[in-house]
């Protein structure tokens, strides 16, 4: 049986984060959902997983620049992947357990440096951990854990495809 070619491939997984991203802005801005600084970061690897997705689909690489490529994308996917874990965990935790409310993002880039806002994000708050939205009983970090398995999966086959 023959793959499709590794260029619709790419492209078919940049039509996917698309897909993603369409749906985030929807709940976002039809729903009234506000992203938490975990979403933005899982919005950012979806955005850069889709990015390398394309400009493999658009270059049309041979094998090592379709590993390169791949590559990239399994380590965006896996930030992403590590982010949305995170936030499901935090999700687990009873709220009296959580840190308060972190500023906006807007602020913390005008406040503070790159690196503490890093570790501020990633430690989590209460804003993190609320569950606003769920479809079939999965939160949206669930939902994403999901997807950005799926790009893993996607980005080792491509990254250890034969042809």
């Known amino acids: 049986m023959q793959l499709a070619s590794p260029r619709s491939l790419?492209?078919?997984?940049?039509?996917?984060?698309?897909?993603?991203?369409?749906?985030?802005?929807?709940?976002?801005?039809?729903?009234?959902?506000?992203?938490?600084?975990?979403?933005?970061?899982?919005r950012i690897a979806v955005i850069l997983f889709g990015l390398f997705c394309l400009i493999a689909a658009i270059h049309g690489p041979g094998r090592i620049?379709?590993?390169?490529?791949?590559?990239?994308?399994?380590?965006?996917a896996l930030v992403g992947a590590g982010t949305a874990a995170r936030q499901i965990w935090l999700q687990s935790?009873?709220?009296?357990?959580?840190?308060?409310?972190?500023?906006?993002l807007e602020y913390m880039m005008?406040?503070?440096?790159?690196?503490?806002?890093?570790r501020v994000v990633l430690h989590g708050s209460a804003d993190c951990a609320e569950v606003n939205w769920t479809l079939f009983g999965m939160s949206i970090p669930e939902w994403s854990?999901?997807?950005?398995?799926?790009?893993?999966?996607?980005?080792?086959?491509?990254?250890?495809r034969r042809v």
């Not at 698309?18 to 929807?26: C, K, S």
């Not at 935790?93 to 906006?104: G, K, N, R, T, V």
């Open 145 to 160: 854990l999901l997807a950005f398995i799926a790009m893993i999966i996607f980005a080792l086959l491509q990254l250890f």
């Open 93 to 104: 935790i009873p709220a009296d357990q959580l840190p308060a409310c972190l500023p906006s």
């Open 65 to 76: 620049g379709r590993r390169i490529y791949a590559a990239l994308a399994l380590f965006s």
């Open 10 to 42: 790419f492209l078919l997984a940049f039509l996917g984060c698309v897909a993603l991203m369409g749906g985030a802005l929807y709940l976002e801005h039809v729903v009234g959902l506000e992203p938490c600084p975990l979403c933005i970061l899982q």
């Open 110 to 118: 005008d406040a503070l440096p790159f690196q503490e806002i890093i």
